[in-house]
């Protein structure tokens, strides 16, 4: 790609990226027009001090929504015939740090007016005045007149999420369930599993499993567990078929040191065919979200094979915004109205006003998105390996991600659309210890700061800009390692960051000579002491 190419890829990310946080806005501001027109339902609810209140705090915010659309049309006629393409994209990456900022900061406000004049335990009758709030007429006893139970705020992103994110056949009627986080998603997953008794007898699960669930399942059911390389696929599947485990779970995509993908289609394709137990699949899809549709893969008349799904909605489906955590199960038939009781008895329904917080469901501006992280993804990958190939005295072995082709995946990850939007460091010996690793880190953010690229130190992944983390650091059930997770950038910014990763590798050195490093990991293994 030459320069002028780049130029023009790099001004077309940015104005996706507007796009993105336009839809945002518009759809925020319809969210507002629709309270506003409940508002009459208020006014025999509130005294007339709180009507007024809330009218005016929506008018403020709707003011606030379509100053920030008009300034922004005033933005795109001022650059209009600019020929200055680097002017131009300097102008664009102001303008959609300052629509991130402005939305993440006005999220929660959001939602907290939408369900201000609502109650938690709203009244479905009353003598004189009605406690439902704008949901008078809706509130059904014993039914839905209690939120930590299910609440209506809840049900219309439910059916949505469905519509736009999961693919299925004609005749499959699949349930969502929101949550308050994705660990709530999962508890309630296992709660549902336990009582209803479906765990007595062997429990498969990856070995790669995230860490956090890893430990719940090996300490709760102990001498029931086995553990299976996911991409191993004829020994988990032989496994399945000669120890009949009654639940199996595996992450579509791990987030662990190996970032191991199964072949969840040659998988199921073994077990539709021949397999005649009863079995439960549990899948989190977080880090593949909708562009894995496991649903597409199970047939009609496939009755022994259940399908669960669950997912963190705070990665992907919450567009970066990182304002408040969320889960979703999805699930059908009987398993999805008896996980919908264990959501009650579990209490891990998500609260009314974080439902507002997440942006509507919509498929098309999601795949834009996860396009995005694909391709930087991609590109971080194979720089960054092309790199370790030419570099003798290079700190890394290699970089784990499944788009590369020594990767155990690849050949059923190389035909993904979308494999990840994080990429592995993996260590040489005499580099592979904490304390090496946080040196790193920190060498990389000073390195950024330095070529004034912005790269932060943090956790998560599925946010606009790159970041950089030790993870697993406090588990005996993972490996702690760095992840690059990339972020939105435009392709020219992505260069920039490709440059710092490279530029500190170049300049990484132990400041422990490589002989005493090699016989600490030596004594480490011997004594079981995992990492220093």
Same mark, same amino acid.
Not at 3 to 24: A, H, K, W
Not at 285 to 299: A, D, E, G, R
Not at 316 to 344: M, P, W
């Given at each position: 790609?030459?320069?002028?190419? %780049? ?11 507007l ?5 945002? %806005? ?7 027009n629709q309270? @506003?027109?409940?508002l009459?339902?208020l ?10 209140? +809330? ?7 709707k ?15 001022t ?5 200055n393409k680097?002017f ?5 990456r102001?303008?959609?740090r300052e629509?991130?900022?402005?939305i993440?900061t006005?999220q ?12 938690q ?10 406690l ?6 809706k509130?059904l006893?014993t ?14 992103f ?10 299925r ?6 349930q ?14 296992l709660?549902?599993?336990l009582?209803?008794?479906?765990t ?8 790669? +499993? ?5 430990q ?14 996911? +991409? ?12 009949k ?16 993908v /199964?072949?969840?289609k040659?998988?199921f ?6 397999y ?17 549709? /496991?649903?597409? %893969? ?14 963190s %909605? ?11 955590t969320?889960?979703i199960?999805l699930s059908k ?5 008896k996980?919908f009781?264990?959501r009650k ?5 998500i609260l009314?006003s ?5 942006p509507? /469901?919509?498929?098309?501006i ?10 930087n993804?991609?590109f971080?990958a194979?720089?960054l ?13 290699k ?10 995946s690849?050949p ?7 494999q990840? @939007?994080?990429?592995?460091?993996l260590?040489?010996e005499?580099?592979?210890?904490i ?18 690229v912005e790269?932060?130190a943090g ?13 697993s650091?406090?588990?005996d059930?993972?490996r702690?390692f ?20 490279? @530029?500190?590798?170049?300049?990484f050195? @132990?400041?422990? /000579? ?8 030596r ?9 220093l």
């Amino acid at each position: 790609m030459n320069n002028e190419e %780049l130029l023009d890829v790099s001004i077309s990310d940015l104005t996706v990226d507007l796009e993105e946080r336009l839809s945002i %806005l518009k759809n925020n501001l319809a969210l507002l027009n629709q309270f @506003s027109s409940k508002l009459n339902l208020l006014k025999i609810q509130l005294l007339q001090k709180s009507y007024k209140d +809330v009218d005016r705090n929506i008018k403020f915010l709707k003011e606030k929504y379509s100053e920030s659309l008009t300034i922004y049309k005033q933005f795109h006629k001022t650059i209009e015939g600019r020929n200055n393409k680097l002017f131009l994209i300097n102008s664009l990456r102001n303008k959609k740090r300052e629509l991130s900022e402005f939305i993440r900061t006005h999220q929660s406000i959001l939602g907290s007016l939408l369900t201000s004049a609502d109650w938690q335990s709203p009244s479905y009758s009353y003598s004189i005045y009605p406690l439902s709030g704008t949901q008078e007429g809706k509130i059904l006893g014993t039914i839905n007149d209690y939120k930590r139970d299910v609440h209506l705020d809840e049900e219309d992103f439910e059916n949505n999420f469905v519509k736009e994110y999961v693919d299925r056949r004609a005749d499959q009627k699949i349930q969502a369930l929101l949550t308050n986080s994705g660990m709530a998603a999962f508890t309630t997953i296992l709660n549902f599993l336990l009582s209803e008794k479906k765990t007595e007898g062997t429990i498969l699960i990856g070995k790669s +499993v995230y860490f956090q669930y890893k430990q719940i399942i090996s300490k709760s059911f102990y001498r029931s567990v086995i553990e299976i390389s996911e +991409v191993d696929t004829d020994r988990l599947i032989k496994t399945i078929f000669t120890r009949k485990p009654k639940v199996v779970y595996i992450d579509s995509l791990s987030n662990s040191i190996d970032i191991p993908v /199964p072949d969840l289609k040659w998988i199921f394709e073994s077990v539709v065919k021949s397999y005649k137990e009863e079995i439960y699949f549990i899948i989190d899809n977080t880090c593949l979200s909708k562009t894995c549709q /496991p649903y597409k %893969l199970i047939p009609h008349h496939c009755n022994n094979l259940h399908l669960i799904i669950f997912e963190s %909605l705070m990665k992907y489906v919450h567009l970066g915004l990182d304002k408040i955590t969320a889960g979703i199960i999805l699930s059908k038939g009987q398993d999805s109205s008896k996980i919908f009781e264990y959501r009650k008895h579990s209490g891990t329904n998500i609260l009314d006003s974080s439902v507002y917080v997440i942006p509507r /469901p919509n498929r098309l501006i999601l795949s834009k998105r996860l396009d995005r992280f694909q391709r930087n993804a991609f590109f971080l990958a194979t720089s960054l390996q092309e790199f370790v190939d030419n570099n003798e005295n290079c700190p890394l072995k290699k970089i784990i991600y499944p788009g590369l082709s020594n990767h155990p995946s690849y050949p059923w990850s190389r035909k993904m659309s979308f494999q990840g @939007s994080f990429v592995n460091l993996l260590f040489r010996e005499e580099f592979d210890s904490i304390s090496q690793h946080k040196k790193f880190i920190d060498q990389a953010i000073k390195e950024a700061k330095k070529r004034n690229v912005e790269l932060v130190a943090g956790t998560s992944f599925g946010l606009d800009i790159t970041r950089i983390y030790l993870t697993s650091l406090w588990t005996d059930f993972g490996r702690p390692f760095i992840r690059i997770a990339v972020g939105t950038e435009d392709m020219m910014m992505m260069g920039e960051i490709a440059h710092v990763i490279i @530029s500190t590798l170049s300049h990484f050195r @132990s400041i422990v /000579p490589s002989s005493v490093l090699r016989t600490i990991n030596r004594t480490k293994k011997r004594t079981g002491l995992k990492y220093l």
